[in-house]
């Protein structure tokens, strides 16, 4: 059984540029037993620590970019991934790290694959425009909104299984086949409240969310103490 992680990010214990994302790439691997080998968007030389089960490949031993560039609008969240066709027959399963991955092309395909997902970007998407005023941010988050959910229910499709990090029953992930549409749950006082923020808490995403939060548990103390994890 020999496996093929496809990521956009190289792994790394500090952030950088990516942040939690390829802090996340790092803590995955870094469990691996069985041998994986690493593809990685566009790197070829692969300068980053790995675990013993890890093998890095470089990307132009796997991938070729294909003659003619897709057309993509200036803002789109696709870029220009679909140019990249990716060799996976020496492989029977393909992970793809996150979503976004599965937008390369592949062939001699008779892996299965599957899907690591980081955050909702649907979400973050959908936040920017409910919560800014600004009408230019409205029309680029209902833009990205709905790019980012045809890229996430691609990965569904493709996917034998997603799997998406995190424990949040109040933060329902769009991609899923069972829950398309958003769906109010009910908190009860007397169990413990889940709360993930996907993505990131800048004002663009989220406008004084963070002030709300601790106002809503300031100001109820005795209610939400020892009830609450973020």
Same mark, same amino acid.
């Given at each position: ?147 980012? +959910? ?28 069972? +829950? ?51």
């Amino acid at each position: 059984m020999k496996t093929l992680l496809v990521s956009l990010y190289p792994p790394n214990k500090y952030g950088g540029r990516a942040g939690g994302v390829v802090i996340l790439l790092n803590d995955i691997l870094s469990v691996a037993t069985n041998p994986v080998d690493l593809i990685v968007y566009r790197d070829n030389e692969g300068k980053f620590d790995l675990p013993d089960a890890v093998n890095f490949v470089p990307w132009n031993k796997l991938a070729s970019k294909k003659e003619k560039k897709e057309r993509i609008f200036k803002y789109s969240l696709y870029k220009n991934y679909k140019s990249y066709e990716i060799d996976i027959k020496a492989y029977d399963k393909v992970i793809f790290y996150p979503y976004f991955s599965s937008l390369f092309k592949y062939k001699n395909v008779h892996a299965k694959f599957y899907t690591i997902g980081m955050d909702s970007g649907p979400l973050l998407y959908l936040r920017a425009m409910l919560y800014n005023s600004r009408i230019k941010y409205k029309i680029f988050g209902l833009y990205n909104f709905k790019q980012a +959910i045809k890229i996430d229910r691609h990965a569904v499709e493709l996917s034998e299984k997603v799997f998406t990090v995190g424990d949040a029953c109040f933060v329902h992930h769009p991609v899923s086949k069972l +829950i398309d549409k958003y769906k109010h749950e009910e908190w009860f006082g007397n169990s413990e409240l889940r709360i993930c923020f996907p993505g990131g808490m800048s004002p663009f995403y989220a406008p004084n969310m963070v002030d709300k939060i601790l106002s809503l548990i300031l100001n109820n103390c005795d209610k939400y103490i020892g009830k609450i994890s973020m």
